[in-house]
């Protein structure tokens, strides 16, 4: 096939997309708002002293009064790409809250090592090409006993737009997610602790296209891959491909149906370097003549 590599994403196009995506995302947010509560509701059993809580890939911050809440008006750094994200969160910010805002990719994040007690990232890894590097600096950032809770997408999101394009042509509409057994690994790979992961699912239901796209664009999720068509789609193949989906038919309704990955894990503190060996003199055992 033509594109039988994995797809890639345009990291400045992603950026892009939720810069203009500022002003409409609250307004379509409404998966972001099912994953939120579902990561707060997994929250409450946890037991853990946090006096600085990284919200990883904030959006316009509609997570950081729960936050404030649940963790005791803790100091709350929201983290986004997006600029105007990052305006939007700081309107909401109550007046006596202690919050910061930066900018910054969640690959390469400027905080000291082992600084923040909980990171909080709702659905930012569907939009990373790559965990490792985000878990690599979720495990630098986080001290040891802290907690990593996330929501991500799994592999069987998305599936009816992308057998419905499939019809059309060999290009890729859609970004790939990885399993949560593959999350679980990488997890404990970058040196964190116990992963927990659980999957949900969530069935949405459109009466058009033309609600679908325009939710989809109004929360940023347009197509951002590297490898996607560059050149007009064209009337008619769009039209395919909506029929192949299901929709703008008398009666008929498309379903959309989403994988969510739950998860949480905790540092372990800071790794060793292989390149160095630290042995207890106290555990040699003495040699017997």
């Given at each position: 096939m033509r594109h039988a590599e994995k797809p890639t994403l345009n990291t400045r196009l992603v950026r892009r997309r939720f810069e203009r995506a500022a002003d409409s995302f609250d307004a379509a947010d409404f998966v972001h708002a099912y994953t939120r509560e579902g990561l707060l509701s997994r929250l409450q059993p946890l037991r853990i002293d946090a006096k600085i809580i990284l919200d990883l890939g904030s959006a316009t911050g509609s997570a950081q009064r729960a936050l404030d809440r649940r963790f005791g008006r803790s100091h709350i750094i929201s983290v986004d790409v997006a600029h105007k994200m990052l305006k939007k969160a700081r309107k909401k910010k109550a007046w006596f809250?202690?919050?910061?805002?930066?900018?910054?990719t969640a690959g390469a994040l400027p905080f000291p090592d082992a600084s923040i007690d909980v990171i909080f990232s709702n659905l930012l890894l569907p939009w990373v090409d790559d965990p490792k590097p985000v878990f690599s600096e979720v495990a630098r950032v986080l001290r040891q006993g802290g907690l990593f809770v996330f929501?991500?997408?799994?592999?069987?999101?998305?599936q009816e737009i992308r057998r419905a394009w499939r019809q059309?042509?060999?290009?890729?509409h859609t970004?790939?997610?990885?399993?949560?057994?593959?999350?679980?690994?990488?997890?404990?790979?970058?040196?964190?602790?116990?992963?927990?992961?659980?999957?949900?699912?969530?069935?949405?239901?459109?009466?058009?296209?033309?609600?679908?796209?325009?939710?989809?664009?109004?929360?940023?999720?347009?197509?951002?891959?590297?490898?996607r068509r560059r050149t007009l789609t064209g009337k008619h193949r769009f039209a395919t491909m909506v029929t192949e989906l299901g929709g703008d038919v008398?009666?008929?309704?498309i379903r959309l149906n989403l994988e969510l990955v739950f998860g949480h894990c905790w540092g372990g503190g800071p790794k060793a370097d292989p390149a160095n060996y630290r042995i207890d003199a106290t555990e040699i055992p003495l040699r017997r003549r």
């Open positions: 809250a202690k919050a910061s805002y930066v900018q910054a929501a991500t997408l799994g592999p069987d999101s998305l059309v042509d060999d290009e890729p970004h790939r997610f990885p399993d949560m057994h593959d999350l679980g690994d990488e997890l404990v790979h970058a040196g964190l602790r116990d992963p927990v992961l659980d999957v949900d699912h969530l069935t949405i239901t459109y009466k058009s296209s033309a609600r679908l796209f325009q939710d989809l664009a109004a929360a940023g999720g347009r197509n951002a891959l590297l490898q008398a009666g008929a309704e």
